[in-house]
């Protein structure tokens, strides 16, 4: 099946379970011209194609009334009476067979009050039915191919009538209630929550703040008297930290002075060494030049 068929079927299938309460496995009542049908086509396997129809588990069933139909055709038809072997057989409480179509249309009812999922061979048996809401209808169409009939005109209006019932009754316990009477101010007056969370409240021991205690005359002298003494230990402790900062400052001088006079030192060795070094190399060369003029 082809998956845009698909998902038109369960969507049809969808507004038959939420607008008239079928459920799974859905029960599929078939006939006897469906199943006369059904032996036409290639792939036997039938119950199995009403199950991709329906999109879901099915219960197949069938009249008394339609098997005897089938029984009547003759030896030639006994594989499609084993075919209709395999459904439930549902009671039509007919004690002598009557027509097939008018067994399933007793069966069905004007209503459908069973959820019967009804499946059937003959287009003149299907536009009697139309008139029945809540019905879906399973079908060969002329190609062959097993397919859905959408919802009737009957079904739709049903459908609609629920939904616009549903609204009445949603507008029914909405009725008096204004948009806004619940909010502070809206119309001049506060709500009734809004009364109730004005009304005075006992206060809280906890939260209440303690008095406070009337100091001495005595107790500002002498928290001056201690403001003193500690400035006095402040500028004490700040003469001795600037004393032992001084005294670093000078050691730390001192220690570079030493550094820069031995690196002086240094290099005036050195250059007193490369002096004499040069020296001695003069007189070497002066001396070479005075043994060559001898000769």
């Known amino acids: 099946m ?8 369960k969507r049809v299938m969808a507004l038959y379970v939420s607008a008239f309460s079928f459920r799974q496995p859905y029960q599929l009542l078939l006939t006897n011209d469906f199943l006369l049908e059904a032996g036409k086509q290639r792939d036997n396997d039938v119950y199995k194609m009403l199950k991709e129809v329906v999109q879901g588990e ?26 209709a072997k395999k459904c439930e057989r549902r009671k039509c409480n007919h004690r002598e067979a009557i027509d097939a179509w008018e067994c399933v249309k007793e069966v069905v009812g004007p209503t459908n009050k069973h959820r019967y999922v009804l499946a059937l061979g003959s287009p003149k048996l299907m536009s009697s039915l139309n008139h029945v809401p809540g019905l ?16 009737t005109q009957a079904t739709i209006r049903v459908k609609n009538a629920q939904e616009e019932e549903r609204r009445v009754e949603g507008a029914k316990v909405l009725d008096g209630v204004v948009d806004g009477a ?14 109730r969370s004005r009304k005075a409240k006992a206060p809280n021991p906890l939260s209440m703040k303690k ?46 002075g030493r550094g820069k006079g031995a690196v002086a030192g240094a290099i005036a060795e050195l250059k007193a060494e490369m002096a004499a070094k040069g020296a001695a190399g ?3 060369e002066a001396e070479a030049g005075s043994g060559a003029e001898s000769d």
């Open 182 to 195: 619940n909010v502070v101010g809206a119309d001049g007056t506060a709500s009734a929550p809004a009364q």
């Open 58 to 83: 099915t219960k197949p069933m069938i009249t008394q009334c339609c098997i005897h139909a089938l029984y009547t055709l003759g030896k030639e038809y006994q594989p499609i009476v084993d075919l």
């Open 282 to 284: 003069d007189a070497g």
């Open 2 to 9: 082809r998956q845009k068929r698909a998902k038109a079927y």
């Open 136 to 151: 879906p209808i399973v079908h060969f169409n002329p190609r062959g191919v097993l397919v859905l009939s959408p919802p």
């Open 211 to 256: 008095k406070k205690v009337k100091a001495d005359a005595a107790a500002p002298a002498e928290a001056k008297k201690r403001r003193l003494d500690d400035d006095d230990e402040d500028k004490e402790e700040a003469e001795a930290d600037g004393g032992e900062a001084e005294a670093g400052r000078r050691k730390k001088k001192r220690k570079r």
